[in-house]
């Protein structure tokens, strides 16, 4: 069975994102990276109501694994980030869920639940361009991870 990823972003009360285009961006993003993975988008106006709508796997299926979006999280460079993404496919992973927490950070709950905290850098970003930048490293691990050339032109030198 294929891996298939969910980003989940906590919004409060808003339906949908206030910028156009950080809307616009994460839809690219999110369109590219569908033509190696199944790839859906989800927003919940709390914690509480994602983890009800995320408590029990579907029929046939196992738990999903779940990585909190988390300033105190591990970071990964592009290349280690496709490699977890890749053993996660690899190892039969039939569902990864990322998910960006409400503005006040995630409850001692969530962390418990959590498979891994990653964290996309020290500093704290807006809830779209924090989703803007998981779909485009989603997009960018995929192409790594076949070969594309989208990531060729940024590796480190050394």
Known sequence: METELAIL????ARAKFKSAAAAQMLADYCDRARRYVPLRIERFASEEKFFSAHSKPGPNRRAARLVLLDSR??????????????????E????LVFAIGPADGWSAHAYEKADLLL????????????AVVLAEQIYRAFTILEGHPYHLGHRILG
């Not at 970071?75 to 690899?90: T, Y």
């Not at 039969?92 to 569902?95: A, H, N, S, Y």
């Open 9 to 12: 972003a906590s919004s409060g």
């Open 73 to 90: 999280g591990k970071l990964l460079s592009s290349e280690a980030f496709a490699g977890w993404v890749g053993k996660q496919r690899d």
């Open 92 to 95: 039969g992973v039939q569902q």
């Open 119 to 130: 964290s996309l850098g020290p500093m704290t970003f807006p809830h779209e361009l924090a």
